[in-house]
C-alpha cells in the first residue's frame, strides 16, 4: 500500500474510490438478474475499495505531519463517509437487494453471505426505506449533518494548541527526563506543558504545586469547548430527531438494536448492579486521599478535587507500595516492550513478527510482517506510530488500513492495520520509558491489531474488529491482563541501564496496588458512560448538556470542575460511541472472563490461545460475540472474575 504523500494525492486516491465504487453501484441495480454474485458481491467489493482508500488517503488525517495533507485527508473522510450514507439510502439499491432476498437463491445462503443479506437489509431499513418518502428524505438529510459534524469536532480537537507555561521551579516533583522532553517556552527559562498526554498525565501524577495541577486540568478538559459544545449539542438533537422518525423512545433504542445489550435499560441495570458497591468503596478511597490533601495543606475542610485524585494516588502507591511510576518505567523501555509483547502473543497464539522495510507516513512508524509460527504463511502486517507530534491524533487506537477478505480467485487478502499512540519520545542517550499505564495501553491496542490481522472473515463486513460495538473493546480487555502478571513481566521488565530484570518485591508491590483506588478509576468510566446514556439514552430530550454533564459527574464522586466542559474533548462521542460507551466496562466484563480460562489452564498455554485465535480473533463478526464466547469458555459468559478483580465480589 502506498500512502498519500501530498494533498492531492489524498483527493486523487478519494475520487478514485469513489469512481470505481459508484462503477460498481451502477453495475449491481442494472443487472437484470439477480442473484448473490450480482448484488451482494459488489457491495463487499465496494466496501474493500472504500475502507483501502481511507487506510491510503483518508487515515493520513489522523498522522501525517503536513497540515495541508491532514486537512485534506479529514475532507476526505468526511467524503467517503458522505458517499456511504448516500449509498444506503439509494432507492434502487434497496430494490434491487430485496428482490434478491425473495429469490430461492437467497433463502439457501449460509454462513457469511446469509449474514451479510441480513446485515444489509437491517441496514437500508434503519435508513428509512420502509417510511414515507419525505421522512426518508429528513432521515437522509440529518444522516449527513451528523457526518459533516463527526469531522468538524474530530478536527477541533486535533487543532487545538493550547499548553501551560512553567518554569523549573513549577516543574518540582517531575523527573529530570519528564523535564527534558517538554518543548522550550517562549521566555528564557520556562517550559511548555502541552496537552498532550505523556505530558498531562505525569504532571498530574508527580506536580507538588496544586495550583499549577488546577490550571492544566482546567485547560486539558476545556480542550475545543467553544467550537465543540455546540457541535455536540446539534448531534444529540439531531440523533434524538431520528430515533422519534423511527418510532424509538430515544437515540439509544435506536442504536442498541445492533448491540449485544439491545435496550438502554439492559445498560441501565448494568450500571445499576456495579454502582453501588463502587460508590461505597470509591468513599473510602477519596476518604483516605483526602486526609492526605488536608494534611498537605493544614485545612481541615479540602476536598479532594479532580485535579488532585492523580497526584495521591501516585503518592499512595509509591509509599504505601514502594511503587514509584518513574522507577517502574525505567524497567520498561519501548524496545523491549515491545519485544516481550511479540514474544508472549508469539507464544500463546502461534506467530512470529518480522520488521518489514517499507514506504510508510512518517520516519517514526515501524512496520511488522506477521507470520504463523507453525506453517510461516504470511498473514498480513501492522504499523506503529507511537510518539506524539503536533497535528496527530492525540489517544490512542487501532486503524485497519486493508480489510481481510476472500477474494474472486480463492486467495486471501493480507489485511494491513495500524496503532497510532502518544507514548513519551526518546531524549538523548535516554530511552522511551514507557509507564506502566502505557504499557497496559500498548497490549490493549495490540490486541485490536491482532484481532485485525488475524481475521479469517471471508466478507469485509465482518472482517477483524467489525463485531458487535460492545464486544468489539473485549478482543483488546482481555490483553492488559498479561501486563499484570508477574510470571509474565519477569521475561522481559528490564532496566534500561544496567539490563537488571524487575525485582521481584517491585512485581509483587505492582501487583497488590493494582487495586488501589480501582473502584473511584471504575466510577470514572462509568461518569462518561453515563453521560453519553444521559445525553442519548429515554429523557434525553428534557436534560440540558450541562446538566448531563454535571450529574455524570456526581458518579465520580469528585467535585465538578467548574467551568470546564470534558465532553467537548470526548471524541467517541462523535466517533462512533454514541449511546455505545458503557462497552468499555460491559467488553471489560467478557475480557476478564476469557481471561479467567488462560488463569485456569496457564497464562501463556499455546493451546488455550491457540483456541482463542480460532474462535474469537479469526471469526472477527461473522458471528455474534455472545456465540463467540459460549463456544470458547465452554458456558454462558459470567461476571464473576470482574467483579472479583473490583473486588466487589
Known amino acids: 500500500m502506498r500512502f498519500a504523500s501530498s494533498a492531492e494525492e489524498v483527493n486523487r486516491i478519494t475520487d478514485d474510490a469513489i469512481t470505481e465504487a459508484d462503477e460498481l453501484v451502477d453495475r449491481l441495480v442494472s443487472a437484470t438478474e439477480r442473484s448473490w454474485e450480482t448484488t451482494l458481491a459488489p457491495l463487499d467489493e465496494i466496501s474493500d475499495r472504500i475502507e483501502r482508500a481511507f487506510g491510503s488517503g483518508a487515515f493520513m488525517g489522523y498522522v501525517h505531519e503536513d497540515e495541508d495533507v491532514r486537512n485534506a485527508a479529514r475532507v476526505a473522510e468526511a467524503r467517503i463517509q458522505q458517499w456511504a450514507v448516500d449509498l444506503v439510502f439509494r432507492e434502487d439499491l434497496y430494490q434491487a437487494v430485496s428482490e434478491f432476498a425473495s429469490t430461492g437463491s437467497a433463502g439457501s445462503l449460509s454462513s457469511e453471505r446469509a449474514r451479510l443479506l441480513e446485515f444489509t437489509l437491517r441496514d437500508l431499513r434503519r435508513a428509512g426505506h420502509e417510511l414515507p418518502p419525505e421522512v426518508r428524505q429528513e432521515v437522509r438529510e440529518l444522516t449527513s449533518r451528523l457526518v459533516q459534524l463527526g469531522v468538524e469536532f474530530e478536527q477541533n480537537i486535533a487543532e487545538q494548541k493550547d499548553h501551560l507555561i512553567v518554569t523549573r521551579e513549577d516543574l ?211 504499523h506503529m506510530d507511537l510518539f506524539p507530534r503536533e497535528g496527530k491524533y492525540s489517544h490512542a487506537a487501532a486503524f485497519t488500513l486493508i480489510p481481510g477478505r476472500r477474494l474472486p480467485d480463492g486467495s486471501y487478502q493480507k489485511p494491513m492495520s495500524a496503532i497510532v499512540a502518544n507514548f513519551t519520545k526518546p531524549s538523548g542517550d535516554r530511552p522511551s520509558l514507557l509507564q506502566h499505564q502505557e504499557v497496559e495501553t500498548l497490549f490493549h491496542e495490540f490486541g485490536h491489531v491482532l484481532h485485525q490481522v488475524l481475521t479469517k472473515a471471508e466478507l469485509v463486513r465482518f472482517s477483524g474488529s467489525s463485531t458487535e460495538r460492545d464486544f468489539v473493546e473485549a478482543p483488546s480487555q482481555i490483553m492488559e491482563h498479561w501486563t499484570w502478571r508477574p510470571e509474565v513481566l519477569a521475561t522481559f521488565a528490564r532496566h534500561y541501564e544496567t539490563g537488571e530484570p524487575i525485582p521481584e518485591s517491585l512485581v509483587e508491590a505492582m501487583v497488590e496496588a493494582r487495586n488501589l483506588n480501582i473502584a473511584l478509576q471504575t466510577l470514572r468510566q462509568a461518569q462518561f458512560g453515563i453521560f453519553d446514556l444521559l445525553i442519548h439514552g429515554p429523557g434525553a430530550a428534557t436534560i440540558d448538556i450541562e446538566e448531563a454533564n454535571r450529574r455524570a459527574t456526581e458518579v465520580s464522586l469528585l467535585p465538578f470542575h467548574e467551568g470546564t466542559f470534558f465532553p467537548a474533548s470526548f471524541g467517541h462521542m462523535l466517533g462512533g460511541y454514541d449511546a455505545g460507551y458503557y462497552g468499555y466496562l460491559w467488553s471489560e466484563v467478557y475480557g476478564d472472563d476469557m481471561f479467567s480460562r488462560f488463569e485456569a489452564e496457564g497464562v501463556t498455554n499455546p493451546k488455550v490461545g491457540a483456541e482463542y485465535r480460532r474462535i474469537v480473533l479469526e471469526s472477527g463478526g461473522s458471528r455474534d460475540g455472545m456465540d463467540l464466547l459460549v463456544e470458547f469458555l465452554g458456558r454462558q459468559p459470567s461476571n464473576e472474575a470482574f467483579l472479583r478483580k473490583l473486588g466487589i465480589a
Open 172 to 382: 518540582d516533583g517531575l523527573p529530570e527526563s519528564y523535564i527534558q522532553n517538554l518543548a522550550p517556552g517562549d521566555e528564557e527559562g520556562t517550559f511548555k506543558v502541552s496537552m498532550a498526554y505523556p505530558d498531562v498525565i505525569p504532571f498530574l501524577e508527580n506536580a507538588r504545586r496544586r495550583d499549577l495541577r488546577e490550571q492544566l486540568s482546567f485547560k486539558f478538559n476545556t480542550r475545543a469547548a467553544e467550537k465543540n459544545k455546540p457541535i455536540l449539542e446539534e448531534a444529540v438533537r439531531i440523533r434524538a430527531r431520528i430515533a422519534e422518525l423511527f418510532g424509538h423512545p430515544s437515540w439509544a433504542h435506536y442504536q442498541l438494536e445492533e448491540r449485544m445489550a439491545k435496550d438502554p435499560d439492559a445498560v441501565q441495570r448494568f450500571y445499576d448492579e456495579l454502582l453501588p458497591p463502587l460508590t461505597e468503596a470509591g468513599r473510602r478511597e477519596i476518604a483516605e486521599m483526602e486526609a492526605m490533601l488536608r494534611e498537605d495543606t493544614g485545612d481541615p475542610q479540602a476536598r479532594l478535587e479532580v485535579w488532585d485524585w492523580r497526584y495521591y494516588h501516585t503518592r499512595l502507591r509509591r509509599e504505601r507500595h514502594g511503587v514509584d511510576p518513574n522507577e517502574v518505567a525505567e524497567y520498561f523501555p519501548l524496545e523491549q516492550v515491545l519485544d516481550g509483547m511479540f514474544a508472549i502473543t508469539g507464544e500463546v497464539f502461534g506467530l512470529e513478527y518480522r520488521p518489514a522495510d517499507v514506504a510508510t507516513w512518517h520516519p517514526d512508524v515501524r512496520t511488522y510482517a506477521v507470520h504463523d509460527k507453525e506453517s510461516k504463511e504470511l498473514i498480513g502486517h501492522f
